[in-house]
Nanobody
Framework: QVRLVESGGGLVQAGGSLRLSCAAS????????MGWHRQAPGKQRELVAT???????NYADSVKGRFTISRDNAKNTVYLQMNSLKPEDTAVYYC?????????WGQGTQVTVSS
Protein backbone atom coordinates (compact mmCIF):
# COMPACT_ATOMS: atom_id res chain seq x y z
CA GLN A 1 0.00 0.00 0.00
CA VAL A 2 1.09 3.55 -0.77
CA ARG A 3 -0.48 6.65 0.75
CA LEU A 4 -0.28 9.98 -1.07
CA VAL A 5 -0.88 13.36 0.57
CA GLU A 6 -1.15 16.42 -1.66
CA SER A 7 -0.78 20.07 -0.75
CA GLY A 8 -0.37 23.44 -2.41
CA GLY A 9 -3.62 24.04 -4.25
CA GLY A 10 -5.59 27.26 -4.00
CA LEU A 11 -6.94 30.31 -5.78
CA VAL A 12 -4.71 32.36 -8.06
CA GLN A 13 -5.19 34.99 -10.73
CA ALA A 14 -4.48 34.23 -14.37
CA GLY A 15 -0.78 34.53 -15.06
CA GLY A 16 0.12 33.54 -11.53
CA SER A 17 1.93 30.51 -10.17
CA LEU A 18 1.31 27.66 -7.77
CA ARG A 19 3.41 24.74 -6.60
CA LEU A 20 1.80 21.42 -5.76
CA SER A 21 3.47 18.80 -3.59
CA CYS A 22 2.65 15.14 -3.06
CA ALA A 23 4.35 13.05 -0.40
CA ALA A 24 4.26 9.27 -0.54
CA SER A 25 4.40 6.90 2.41
CA UNK A 26 3.98 3.16 2.90
CA UNK A 27 5.51 0.70 0.44
CA UNK A 28 7.60 3.45 -1.10
CA UNK A 29 10.45 1.16 -2.10
CA UNK A 30 8.21 -0.14 -4.90
CA UNK A 31 7.38 3.27 -6.37
CA UNK A 32 8.19 3.79 -10.03
CA UNK A 33 6.39 6.60 -11.84
CA MET A 34 4.87 9.55 -10.02
CA GLY A 35 2.74 12.24 -11.56
CA TRP A 36 -0.32 14.41 -11.74
CA HIS A 37 -3.67 14.20 -13.44
CA ARG A 38 -6.48 16.73 -13.26
CA GLN A 39 -10.24 16.77 -13.61
CA ALA A 40 -12.25 19.84 -14.44
CA PRO A 41 -16.02 20.02 -13.80
CA GLY A 42 -17.91 18.01 -16.40
CA LYS A 43 -14.74 16.67 -17.98
CA GLN A 44 -12.79 13.44 -17.82
CA ARG A 45 -9.64 13.11 -15.77
CA GLU A 46 -6.60 13.87 -17.91
CA LEU A 47 -2.85 13.51 -17.72
CA VAL A 48 -0.90 16.60 -16.70
CA ALA A 49 2.64 15.30 -16.20
CA THR A 50 4.56 12.25 -15.07
CA UNK A 51 8.12 11.51 -14.01
CA UNK A 52 9.81 8.13 -13.71
CA UNK A 53 12.22 7.09 -10.98
CA UNK A 54 15.03 7.76 -13.50
CA UNK A 55 13.78 11.30 -14.06
CA UNK A 56 12.18 10.92 -17.47
CA UNK A 57 9.30 13.37 -17.80
CA ASN A 58 6.15 13.50 -19.88
CA TYR A 59 3.76 16.45 -20.24
CA ALA A 60 0.37 17.11 -21.72
CA ASP A 61 0.65 19.46 -24.70
CA SER A 62 -1.58 21.97 -22.93
CA VAL A 63 0.94 22.52 -20.12
CA LYS A 64 4.29 22.19 -21.91
CA GLY A 65 6.47 25.20 -21.30
CA ARG A 66 4.36 26.33 -18.32
CA PHE A 67 4.44 23.42 -15.87
CA THR A 68 7.47 21.59 -14.52
CA ILE A 69 7.35 18.25 -12.71
CA SER A 70 10.16 17.15 -10.41
CA ARG A 71 10.70 14.64 -7.64
CA ASP A 72 12.86 14.21 -4.59
CA ASN A 73 13.44 10.49 -4.21
CA ALA A 74 15.00 10.96 -0.77
CA LYS A 75 11.76 12.56 0.43
CA ASN A 76 9.47 10.39 -1.72
CA THR A 77 7.84 13.58 -2.92
CA VAL A 78 6.77 14.81 -6.34
CA TYR A 79 6.23 18.46 -7.18
CA LEU A 80 4.38 20.34 -9.89
CA GLN A 81 5.46 23.91 -10.48
CA MET A 82 2.71 25.67 -12.40
CA ASN A 83 3.49 29.03 -14.01
CA SER A 84 1.51 31.27 -16.35
CA LEU A 85 -1.70 29.73 -15.10
CA LYS A 86 -4.83 30.08 -17.20
CA PRO A 87 -8.52 29.84 -16.23
CA GLU A 88 -8.68 26.57 -18.19
CA ASP A 89 -6.18 25.08 -15.74
CA THR A 90 -8.91 25.17 -13.08
CA ALA A 91 -9.46 21.61 -11.87
CA VAL A 92 -8.94 19.17 -9.06
CA TYR A 93 -5.36 17.94 -9.35
CA TYR A 94 -4.66 14.35 -8.34
CA CYS A 95 -1.28 12.90 -7.52
CA UNK A 96 -0.60 9.35 -8.61
CA UNK A 97 2.11 6.79 -8.25
CA UNK A 98 2.66 3.42 -9.83
CA UNK A 99 4.09 0.28 -8.29
CA UNK A 100 4.25 -3.14 -9.96
CA UNK A 101 0.64 -4.15 -10.54
CA UNK A 102 -1.10 -1.11 -9.05
CA UNK A 103 -1.74 2.62 -9.30
CA UNK A 104 -2.40 4.74 -6.23
CA TRP A 105 -4.14 8.11 -6.16
CA GLY A 106 -4.16 11.01 -3.75
CA GLN A 107 -7.35 12.67 -2.52
CA GLY A 108 -6.98 15.64 -4.86
CA THR A 109 -6.32 19.33 -4.36
CA GLN A 110 -8.35 22.14 -5.91
CA VAL A 111 -6.65 24.66 -8.19
CA THR A 112 -8.78 27.63 -9.24
CA VAL A 113 -7.50 30.24 -11.68
CA SER A 114 -9.53 33.44 -11.92
CA SER A 115 -9.59 35.59 -15.04
Amino acid sequence: QVRLVESGGGLVQAGGSLRLSCAASGSIFRINTMGWHRQAPGKQRELVATITSAGTTNYADSVKGRFTISRDNAKNTVYLQMNSLKPEDTAVYYCLTTVPGAVYWGQGTQVTVSS
